[in-house]
């Protein structure tokens, strides 16, 4: 894990968000728009509202998936987000993961799990208060943060 000389932690992915109107086919349709230029998703988030709904992805391809859902007429955006893979050790699942962000009075605004072509026991895109400060406490406890290239 690389860090600056203040301790930032530079493994992060780049998640994009973007909004659809709550008719029936538009995910299949913006999914098939991103898949047909190459953009492969390994994680969806979908958080339905009235009459929208909010879409997360974690892609190879971030910047693409900006270019093209913009050209489509998606409103979005990208943010850095923490990739963690939790260790396989019996006692160490989400629970425990939150607990530890818990003690480090760290907030967590939303999380979701996604595939990892890496075989971790599993990965969540975690967006909290400090990323900083979820990086220093979750490393040294077994967790891996995944950067960008390794989706």
């Known amino acids: 894990m690389q860090e ?3 301790g930032h932690n530079e493994r992060r992915i ?15 349709q913006a999914v098939a728009r991103l898949e047909e230029r190459g953009v492969r998703l ?10 929208h709904a909010v879409v997360r992805i974690a892609t190879n391809n971030p910047a693409g998936a900006v270019a093209i859902l913009t050209e489509e007429g998606y409103g ?3 943010t850095e987000v923490l990739a963690v893979a939790l260790p396989r050790d019996e006692g160490f699942g989400v629970g425990r993961m939150l ?12 999380l979701y799990s996604f595939h990892d072509p890496l075989g971790h ?3 969540l895109a975690l967006q ?4 900083d400060m979820a990086a220093r406490v979750l490393t040294p ?5 995944l950067g960008q290239d390794e989706l």
Request: net charge negative; with cysteine; glycine share 4%.
């Open 99 to 110: 607990s530890q962000l818990y003690a480090a009075e760290v907030s967590v605004d939303y």
């Open 128 to 131: 909290v208060d400090s990323q």
């Open 121 to 123: 026991a599993a990965v």
């Open 42 to 51: 390994r994680a969806i988030s979908v958080l339905d509202a009235a009459d």
């Open 14 to 28: 780049t998640q994009v968000t973007f909004f659809l109107p709550n008719r029936l086919g538009t995910l299949r």
């Open 76 to 78: 979005c955006c990208a």
């Open 4 to 6: 600056t000389a203040h």
């Open 141 to 145: 406890r077994g967790c891996t943060l």
